[in-house]
C-alpha cells in the first residue's frame, strides 16, 4: 500500500516562497509509470492540480501557476518538494500531494493521496 504524508509549514507570510515535502512509503517515486503530483483546495473550493514530477523527472506544470511552481525531487529519501514563490492570501489552501497514474491535469485522477496539509498566506 503506497503512503504519502505531506510536511511543511503551516503559515507562509505574502510574497515569501511556500516549501513542502512529500514523504513516500510502499513504493518508489522512480517506479514507471507514475507522476507524482500536487494538487490544492482553497476554502469553499474544488480541488486545482498544481503540478506533477514523473517518474523519470520531468515535470509539468499548471499554466496558470508556472512561472511560481518548482517541483523537485531527492530519490535518496524517497520524497518530492513544492515550492510556490511570491504566495498571496488567495494560495491559502489544504495541500495534498498524490501520485497519479497516469500524466493528466485532472486533479480528482489520483490513486493514491496524502491526507493534506493546511497552509495559510497571511502576515
Known amino acids: 500500500q503506497v503512503q504519502l504524508q505531506e510536511s511543511g509549514p503551516g503559515l507562509v507570510k505574502p510574497s515569501q516562497t511556500l516549501s513542502l515535502t512529500c514523504t513516500v512509503s510502499?513504493?518508489?517515486?522512480?517506479?514507471?509509470?507514475?507522476?507524482w503530483s500536487w494538487i490544492r483546495q482553497p476554502p469553499g473550493k474544488g480541488l486545482e492540480w498544481i503540478g506533477y514530477?514523473?517518474?523519470?523527472?520531468?515535470?509539468r506544470y499548471s499554466p496558470s501557476l508556472k512561472s511560481r511552481t518548482s517541483i523537485s525531487r531527492d530519490t535518496s529519501k524517497n520524497q518530492f518538494t513544492l515550492q510556490l514563490s511570491s504566495v498571496t492570501p488567495e494560495d491559502t489552501a489544504v495541500y495534498y500531494c498524490?501520485?497519479?497514474?497516469?500524466?493528466?491535469?485532472?486533479?480528482?485522477?489520483?490513486?493514491?493521496r496524502g491526507q493534506g496539509t493546511q497552509v495559510t498566506v497571511s502576515s
Open positions: 498524490a501520485r497519479f497514474p497516469k500524466p493528466t491535469m485532472r486533479a480528482q485522477d489520483y490513486d493514491y
Open positions: 510502499g513504493g518508489s517515486i522512480t517506479t514507471n509509470y507514475y507522476y
Open positions: 514530477i514523473a517518474y523519470g523527472g520531468s515535470t
